[in-house]
């Protein structure tokens, strides 16, 4: 066999973040700073006979605010909020970054922005003007509004990417296959910048239907891995990247705010629901050895963390299969604590902050966690953030169907 | 104007970027900058708005649509077939 090319180097320039607990990046880091939750009583549509009555959602949101400057602002303003949120957090990725738009080299250039569910509130109004209200039609809108990809083409539209443009989707670890993916197209020469990550915005009286059928939500709070966790809290929102490969950036004497240095994924293969210790174990390996670095080389482990019985004890007893004794040395959050569970946009979200503890040198925590479960026995940084110094970050995300996906982050080359 | 003219050009303004004040029945569609969304909705507001059913395919050439003109006579012979009136287009 010949040998293997030697991949690119892949660096993160720009991030953007739309979530419960801050509208971009420096409000969000606020947030985590203070360890502020942004789950609150759930709202701004009727709740009928729902029993679960909570969730993060963002309520301060205005369109015009974020997204008025748009040169195409009438397209997004027509959109889904699952593209608002994207389309706000590229744009602030994207500014950060640096980069001229539209791009200069346009075909070598992707925008892979993944959405779990697509537009399920539009769906839902759709399907109630046209069962309950006896409309003669859907909005003419409805369609594009709703396909999971529409996110993705209204920021390539915005800032003209005419390469690679498509949505991932994979339930809870979307924004993470679309990071990992965009990282693999740059590492292996096929585009030079990426605007990569995920939206979401499913939280409607359906959507709280059918995951209050799967019993998986808690009715008090997100508290991922503590003794008295009793399910997950739905969220929403958007995290964005813009990755580079590493010489394009220099050359343009761009801002490097870390590297993407490895990325790993697998699947259970074994159920929907009930999660393995070997897929997300095979992931974190894979990520690792992508990265070329040891477990010990890790500092700060962003957990998949859903505070569901399942995933935080199997989360656990899989980052033990991986890192042995440094398990208990690493620190490990689960930023869904304050964040909520954005389903498809964790990942994207939840990269940020592992990049933003590179950067400054602080871990977040995990809030509301009391009394661990002992089951969870590692080291989650209850309550309180701490200095760290980190060289290495790892983001899990673990979806449903045992779909795992993993990214590690380094400090920028030297 | 009449009637059904004023209504037809409130909507064609409502979906411009930047409403104009000098359309009247001569002016051409596509001297309106509407984006290829709006269409869409600017056809579903007149089908509300007179309650009728414009039979448009974006597939095929809009030789019907021409100016507003052309649009509001459509209109007008729709609801001539459909039997309701513009008294009852309020909605």
Redesign the interface.
């Known amino acids: 066999m010949a040998e293997q090319t030697k991949k690119r180097r892949v660096v993160v320039t720009g991030m953007g973040a739309v979530t419960p607990i801050g509208l971009n990046v420096e409000d969000f880091w606020q947030g985590l700073r203070e360890a502020r939750s942004g789950v609150s009583e759930l709202g701004g549509f009727p709740l009928e006979d729902l029993k679960i009555l909570i969730a993060a959602q963002i309520k301060d949101f205005d369109p015009k605010e974020h997204l008025r400057h748009f040169k195409r602002d009438?397209?997004i303003m027509?959109a889904d909020r699952f593209s608002w949120f994207a389309a706000a957090a590229a744009d602030q990725a994207v500014k950060q970054a640096g980069l001229e738009v539209p791009f200069v080299d346009p075909y070598r250039t992707a925008c892979i922005v993944g959405s779990g569910a697509g537009g399920l509130v539009t769906f839902e109004k759709a399907y109630r003007d046209l069962f309950i209200e006896k409309k003669?039609?859907t909005?003419?809108?409805t369609l594009?509004r709703i396909i999971g990809s529409s996110a993705s083409a209204h920021v390539g539209i915005e800032f003209g990417v005419k390469g690679p443009t498509f949505a991932t989707c994979s339930a809870c670890a979307t924004a993470t296959h679309a990071i990992g993916t965009a990282r693999d197209y740059i590492a292996n020469g096929l585009v030079d910048v990426a605007i990569a990550g995920a939206s979401e915005s499913v939280i409607n009286y359906g959507t709280m239907k059918a995951w209050q059928a799967l019993h998986v939500l808690s009715p008090e709070g997100c508290f991922p891995f503590a003794k008295n966790r009793n399910g997950t809290v739905l969220g929403e929102g958007a995290g964005i990247l813009v990755l580079e490969e590493y010489e394009h950036a220099k050359a343009r004497g761009a801002n490097i705010l870390a590297e993407l240095c490895g990325f790993g994924m697998t699947s259970d293969a074994q159920d929907m629901v009930n999660p393995d210790i070997e897929g997300p174990r095979e992931a974190m390996k894979l990520a690792l050895n992508d990265a070329e670095i040891l477990p010990t080389d890790v500092q700060y482990l962003n957990a998949h963390g859903t505070a569901t019985a399942l995933n935080d004890k199997n989360e656990t007893n899989a980052i033990k299969a991986v890192y042995g004794d440094h398990a208990y040395k690493l620190a490990i959050s689960s930023t869904k604590s304050m964040h909520g569970h954005p389903l498809g946009a964790g990942g994207g979200i939840e990269a940020v902050a592992c990049i933003k503890a590179l950067e400054e040198g602080w871990v977040p925590p995990t809030a509301g966690l009391n009394e661990p479960d002992p089951e969870c026995d590692l080291d989650y940084v209850p309550n309180v953030g701490r200095d760290l110094k980190v060289d290495f970050a790892m983001s899990n995300s673990f979806a449903f169907g045992g779909l795992n996906a993993v990214l590690v982050f380094g400090q920028p080359p030297a | 104007m009449d009637e059904v003219a004023t209504k037809i050009i409130d909507i064609l303004k409502k979906h411009m970027k930047e409403p104009r004040d000098d359309i009247d029945t001569s002016t051409e569609l596509t001297a309106l900058e509407i984006e290829s969304l709006d269409l869409a909705m600017i056809v579903f507001d007149i089908e509300d708005a007179f309650g009728v059913e414009i039979p448009y395919n974006a597939n095929e050439d809009a030789g019907d649509f021409k100016t507003v003109g052309s649009v509001v006579d459509k209109v007008k012979a729709l609801m001539a077939d459909s039997g309701s009136d513009a008294a009852s287009a309020s909605a």
């Open positions: 009438k397209i027509h003669r039609a909005h003419p809108l594009l």
